[in-house]
């Protein structure tokens, strides 16, 4: 129930930001890395400081880097399920700066694997100076993307009265999404010992799954309706936007740092398997070739199956 509320509100909050953005000067390319990419990752926000709160490291962590490695896959998968309405490869019909996106989350996410590996002992108010480290960088990545990518446009008149009405109704389903995801993380962990399998692996696959399917929605009808860079924006950005929640994930870890107590090894995989897709996605928005086929997608798909596969055989409680 939880995960139907998070997909309803989820896509009513994208469908009333998109309607918002129309009456100010916000860009398509900047409305899907920004705005859409803050809304739709609402619930990796709540699901990451409630695990927290709950004493459950792992699924904060790791729904984090599960989210991200789900949204890059997902833009493979879009490419392919959606070959008649895209004509091409998607690659081909995307901006460069989506490239900038990417890099600074693999960036920090460099900065986490290290952290995780050293283990450093430096800690104010119970937070890892890693956590204070990666949140200064992503500000000032946001800020840095936020001026490559911002590109005015002049936004419809008159709509003054329907912009109050819509930021009513965008609160009350952001309100929706907070309820919803608390309960969502609530049953996370009861779910994970009921099925024998580690809380890493259920973070990083299921959560990670259905806190991701308001970025599906999004990207979908923005596909559908041939926003290309919004929709993939929305999932790049929410890959960046995630990783600010590395931080909040250690503040809301009351008693000690968080990198102290999760799952050293699976963080790590999901960690790297995230780094390695991204990695491949940009050499493909990067490619200037003029190939007609999808094998770009084909094998951003099959990085992401075969990371599932690693992170079970690595999880199962045997």
Known sequence: MSSLVVVYAGRQLARYGDKISEGT?????????FLLATITSMPELVVTATSSLIKSPNIAVSDVFGSNFLDIAI????????????????????????????????????????????????????ISYVSFIILLLWFYFQEQIFKAQ??????????????KKMTIWFIMYSILILISGIFLSLSAKTLSRAYGISDSFFGGVVVSAITSLPEIVVSV????????????????GSALFNMGLLFIADAFYIKDTIIRHIDEKSIMILSSLFI?????????????????YKLNSIVIVTIYILGLLILYENSVRL
């Open 25 to 33: 000067t916000i860009s398509k390319i900047w409305m899907g890395t």
């Open 221 to 236: 009808e923005a596909i559908v309706v041939i926003s290309f860079d919004m929709a993939v924006g929305n999932l790049i």
């Open 150 to 163: 911002r590109r005015g446009h002049v936004g419809k008149t008159g709509m003054q009265n329907d912009l």
């Open 75 to 126: 833009i493979g998968i879009l490419d392919l399920a959606f070959y008649k309405v895209i004509r091409g490869p998607i690659f081909r019909k995307l901006g460069k700066e989506h490239i900038i996106t990417l890099v600074a989350a693999i960036f920090l996410s460099i900065i986490y694997l290290f952290g995780i590996y050293l283990k450093p002992s430096g800690t104010f108010l119970n």
């Open 276 to 292: 390695l897709i991204s990695a491949y996605t940009i050499l493909s928005i990067a490619d200037e070739s003029k190939k007609k």
